[in-house]
């Protein structure tokens, strides 16, 4: 459309009874969903630019089909990377929250009044440094682990979960879709945690005196938990946002417009979950998704009555505005795709 006639398109619209913005969404091209999400990308202190070169990125034409590869029987070689790749030094956030996780896999631990809830786990062989080792240093113990959340079915996120079911007793919680996605992987059955707890859209789990709420957002996988966290900072409460997972699933659905399409909706739903929620503190699954370790370190250096650099209701609505922008975007290009 002629850029001069939009104004008139919209008060054809207003004045015919059609909801403009609607409208406009539904016809808008794949550029304005991109521009949409860099509008979000950025704000001094809150940076979801990473996301924007992973999802945005406008898919490359398909390229002429080529001969497989000769099939090998030999068996993959599993190594695990010097320590010095991965670690990263655990910190205390909140009154009540951790962080325990890798240089790029988020793991975080809730404290309560009868133990610790975990979020995700990394892979198996950082579980006892990080999570183990981690906790002591932070003048807590794993022992005190009741429950893990997984949030999605990816090795990354649960191969650490069977050294706490198999040391401390920890109870495992995914969903029913990923738990299905984890029997079915490629990686060594010895590894997987024993299937347990089954979370459900909008679960509560209650540990002493904290509840956090559980909503299954299929858009990463088929079965990605997104999680609201009760957050206590002196005499201050805030609520935690975690997306489950940022990455486009396309091998996980039956095509690539379902999954873009699953993602959307549960992009929507959950923005539509924290505002309501008055959710304020953005959690990430990875730390490249919003330099989490730039802010921890701001954590460090903040005065006890300065800004918290992890409190801003701003920063959650303008990461899901990020996300399922680009996958409008990636699905404008995909139904305008020649065929």
Sequence with gaps: MNGRLAPIFCIVLFLSGVDTSQALGQSASAEAHVEAARAAAYAPGQDFTWIIGELCAEPAPPRPATAAPPATTAP???TIPPRADWYQAPAKLFDNLYYVGSYLQSIWAV???????????????????????GLTELGLNAADIKYVIVSHGHGDHYLGAKYLQDTYGARIIMSEADWRLMAGDDNPPELKPRK??????GMELTLG??????????????GT????????????????S??????????????????????????????DITARARADVYLSSHTNHDRTLDK????????????HPFVSSDAVRRHLTVVGECADAQLAW????PD
């Design 196 to 201: 347990d707890l089954i979370a459900t859209d």
């Design 111 to 133: 404290t309560t009044s009868e133990g610790i809830i975990l979020h995700d786990t990394a892979f198996d062989y950082m579980a006892e440094s990080l999570i183990t080792e």
């Design 242 to 271: 975690l997306w489950g997972g940022n990455g486009f699933g396309y091998r996980h659905f039956s095509g690539r417009a379902e999954a873009l399409s699953t993602y959307s909706a549960s992009a929507k739903r959950f923005q």
């Design 225 to 240: 938990i997104s999680t609201l966290i009760p957050l206590k900072d002196g005499h201050r409460w805030h609520l935690g």
């Design 334 to 337: 995909l139904t305008n795709a």
């Design 209 to 222: 005196d904290t509840t956090l709420t559980l909503y299954i957002t299929p858009a990463h996988t088929p």
């Design 76 to 78: 993959t070689v599993r």
């Design 296 to 307: 921890i370190n701001v954590v460090k250096f903040r005065t006890p009555d300065g800004p």
